[in-house]
């Protein structure tokens, strides 16, 4: 933050409290860099860098003009053309020059009736120091040029501080929606438990003899419903648990064949074997 912007801050901190409205403290409005709405007073005029305007009695109900001076040079320039300054200094109850410091705006220097604002003595303060008060022009008028140039700057920074927040708002969803986003896509940590079952899908698979996942298409598509594929699924695995009842059968009856086969080879030799007994006695 320059310079200058500080000092405009803790100005307006002077006449007005934090909040999100231009004016909220003290009955008044507070507005920067206010140039003439409309042409008038010839091309000379400038632009007042500060304006209080008060509406109660705690706040004198006057128009308060400022002119910020941050540098010696600069308010060496501005005593060399005082004349720059009497239009809006005319046209307020009371006009102020505004300095961090009198080595940059000695009081000596002033131009009669004008006063002198300077920081707050601490970073938490919110007053502004009078160096010097400047005087309140007693039964004055101000032109109509002048208040309706301020009330022009008042609604011109009013919409853009509108704009601001509708800007931010837009900022904050859209900031929202792409963390939600990135959340969404990362990916997740898998759990113990999900690995074990994800390990016990695949031994199902390998047993049905095929993927599961082959089946979101169809599913998707209507053509079986979610009872169609559970029911599949039970007929497999039964399926395949009576398949392996009859290779265990398949095993065993072939089993007893072998020993049928082995046993009828060796009957023709029990029988001659007994014959030859026989006639031996």
Known sequence: MSETSQLLEQLRGHYIAETTQPSSRRGGVF???VSPNGAWGGPGVRR?????AGFTSASGRILVGHELKVSRADWRAELANVGKADAWADACHQWWIVAPSTDVVPPEELPDGWGLMLP???ARGRRMQIAVKARV???HSPPWWAVRSFMA???TLEHE???DE???IVHAQVEERTAYLKKREAPAQMS????????DLGRLEKELGFELSSFRSVLEKREVSVRDFQRALRLAAATGTEAARLANLRYSIGGLQDAANALAKTIPEIERALAGSGEAA
Request: charged letters at 45%; aromatic letters at 4%.
């Open 192 to 199: 113990l438990e999900d690995k074990h079952r994800l390990d």
């Open 153 to 155: 700057r008042l609604e």
């Open 137 to 139: 022009k007693v039964d």
């Open 48 to 52: 007042a860098d500060a304006l209080y």
């Open 120 to 122: 707050p003595r601490s």
């Open 31 to 33: 507005a920067h860099e």
């Open 166 to 168: 509708v800007q931010r």
């Open 161 to 163: 501080q509108r704009h």
